[in-house]
């Protein structure tokens, strides 16, 4: 299983990007996809995650701002990141809670990074 993250960019403060991360790969079922964050010299932060009923969930930090929405029919994820902030100014990572099979439990899975920098 592979997840691979696209969209990342430089914007200047107000704007807005479109982050989306795909899974591939043989799978069963995909129970939660989610996108963390993490700024240097912090720790990895949740963003926001989506489950596969759609049900939601944010970061106070974002919310208002960014909304996630998932395509089950593409397997894909994605963050709209609007208003966005000097301080939204990170490497992005999308993850997926995934069981590989009927029977197997649920494995974590992560994206590789994108950037996100928000600047003027």
């Known amino acids: 299983v592979q997840l691979q993250a696209f969209g990342g960019g430089s914007v200047q403060p107000g704007g807005a990007l479109r982050l989306s991360c795909a899974a591939s790969g043989k799978y069963f079922s995909i129970v939660g996809m989610g996108w963390y964050r993490q700024a240097p010299g912090k720790q990895r932060e949740l963003v926001a995650a989506?489950?596969?009923?759609?049900?939601?969930s944010y970061a106070d930090s974002v919310k208002g701002r960014f909304t996630i929405s998932r395509d089950n029919a593409e397997n894909t994820v994605h963050l709209q990141m609007n208003s966005l902030k000097p301080e939204d100014t990170a490497v992005y990572f999308c993850?997926?809670?995934?069981?590989?099979?009927?029977?197997?439990?649920?494995?974590?899975?992560w994206g590789q990074g994108t950037l996100v920098t928000v600047s003027s």
């Open positions: 993850n997926a809670y995934i069981r590989r099979t009927v029977s197997s439990l649920v494995d974590t899975y």
């Open positions: 989506i489950t596969s009923v759609g049900g939601t």
